[in-house]
């Protein structure tokens, strides 16, 4: 097996202490930070996001793996910077205003941090002009709004309202996802995307990011 | 009500409890984004009268508007110190409202917070804040305990052992959320109907069950499986369905009428305690009071 093999596999099992010891070892060994992250981390993410998308496993399981790849990330990060390796972008989530859910918003953070995205994460009860601030000073490309909440979900569209105004639409792309949200009510509103579930979403901003 | 609850359950009823707390209390007022729990302290008749809202629609379990009013809870909305008083007139309100012709039943959801190792707090101090909330509830007098909304299993079990402890001699509901999924129900945290019924018992739960989560269609299966795999009774409380868009908004699209059908089923097979959770108001209440005294 090899090395960036064995950080995908312990990085599934959660294992966040042979993570980043295998991820200085793969350095050490001549391997480039940029294939450490693709083909261990990111590759091992891709896994844990697909079994759980599939019920194989479920949320403890997917927040020690999210800690084994904090782990890794936190050796190659240096690495990466001083390489000049891009992120993928900057992402900018959030629970809207009035909702104080965020197990959903935080898994996508974390799918997304895991597929090589800067992820700015502005908790929960986030109100529109927050969303649009934070995502013109840090030239964020998409804005990703989670409700758990019938009585939030006008919010996203108060976001997607406000981005026109200020002539960011297109520059600032938008995806929305939660349990009472559908497709149907991200077209309504004028949104991007939606994202049925995290490992939906991860594609979806993939997508709007053009990475 | 001269008898207990538990003495009505051991007999065999079947009682109805009431249905959403929060959506009402936004109607009348409560900020988007603020702890439904301060209104307790604030608007106390606002919460007094949903209480008379679903006690007039007929329900015989009425609960406390204390979901989130556990210390680690209410820490979100630094309000932590001022649960014990919260709890009290959160307990004092609906029972100026229902007096003795319904059970006041204390209201106790999620911490918010994972325990360790997946999140950052231990069995110790989550226990402590459950327990809190338990002592101050039974100091105010409530007629039972409802554990509700858990996902995780052993947040549930210390939240019910919690009420074991510190409210010694109140009964306790304990339910979990599930999700359907291809391989049968998990909760987010995956925990099994199985695996729930077996540790809730274990931990001290009287009645365990589910709420939230699901429609009346999935919560009958869910219903089902509590029946086949515990010995407890069952209590289940339903959501209107889930979310659909109409005309623009978000609705909750099950109707009184369809959930009256489903607490005919659920009587039918033979759940302790049916009420409402997510979407569900006072005419579903008064629907489904209609359909359970229909065939006694």
């Known amino acids: 097996m090899s090395i960036l093999n064995e950080i995908s596999l312990r990085l599934e099992e959660g294992d966040d202490a042979a993570v980043p010891r295998l991820v200085g070892e793969a350095l050490a060994g001549g391997a480039a930070a940029k294939t450490v992250l693709d083909d261990g981390l990111i590759a091992g993410m891709n896994v844990v996001g697909g079994r759980f998308r599939d019920h194989e496993i479920f949320l403890p399981d997917v927040l020690l793996a999210a800690r084994a790849m904090y782990a890794g990330l936190d050796v190659l990060k240096p690495l990466l910077e001083r390489a000049g390796v891009a992120s993928r972008g900057r992402v900018v989530i959030g629970s809207v205003h009035g909702d104080l859910h965020d197990i959903g918003k935080n898994l996508v953070g974390i799918m997304l941090k895991g597929a090589g995205f800067e992820v700015i994460d502005l908790g929960n009860d986030v109100p529109a002009a927050r969303f649009v601030a934070v995502a013109r000073e840090r030239d964020a490309r998409v804005i990703g709004m989670s409700a758990l909440l019938t009585t939030t979900m006008p919010v996203m569209k108060e976001v997607v309202d406000l981005l026109a105004r200020e002539n960011l639409r297109g520059r600032v792309r938008t995806i929305v996802g939660g349990a009472p949200v559908s497709a149907e009510y991200a077209a309504e509103i004028g949104a991007d995307a939606y994202g049925y579930d995290c490992a939906q979403a991860v594609e979806k901003v993939k997508e709007l990011a053009g990475a | ?296």
């Open chain 2, 1 to 296: 009500m001269s008898m207990t609850f538990l003495e009505r359950i051991g007999r065999g009823e079947t009682l109805l409890a009431d249905g959403a707390i929060g959506s009402l209390l936004m109607a009348r007022g409560l900020e988007p984004g603020a702890a439904p729990e301060g209104l307790n302290l604030t608007a106390p008749h606002v919460v007094e009268e949903v209480a008379r809202l679903y006690l007039e629609a007929g329900a015989e379990i009425v609960q406390t508007n204390t979901f989130g009013a556990s210390p680690l809870k209410l820490a979100r909305h630094g309000l932590a110190a001022g649960a014990a008083g919260i709890n009290a007139a959160a307990v004092a309100a609906v029972r100026r409202a229902v007096g003795r012709r319904a059970y006041v039943s204390g209201s106790c959801g999620p911490s918010g917070r994972l325990l360790k190792p997946y999140g950052d707090v231990g069995e110790q101090e989550m226990g402590d804040s459950f327990r809190e909330q338990m002592a101050a509830l039974a100091a105010a007098g409530v007629d039972l305990i409802c554990v509700e909304t858990m996902t995780d299993l052993r947040e549930a079990r210390l939240a019910v052992a919690a009420a074991r402890s510190a409210a010694p001699g109140v009964p306790v509901m304990a339910t979990m959320t599930f999700d359907a999924t291809p391989r049968g129900f998990f909760t987010v945290m995956g925990a099994t109907v199985e695996a729930a019924c077996a540790g809730l018992a274990d931990a001290g739960a009287d009645l365990v069950g589910s709420n939230c989560g699901n429609g009346s269609a999935r919560m009958m299966e869910i219903a089902a499986e509590f029946k086949r795999h515990g010995r407890l009774p069952v209590v289940i409380q339903s959501n209107a369905g889930l979310p659909v868009l109409r005309q623009g908004a978000a609705v909750y699209p099950e109707t009184p009428a369809d959930l009256a059908q489903a607490a005919r089923g659920l009587k039918a097979l033979g759940i302790a305690v049916i009420g409402g959770c997510c979407g569900t108001t006072p005419e579903h209440t008064r629907a489904m009071r209609r359909a359970l005294d229909e065939e006694a």
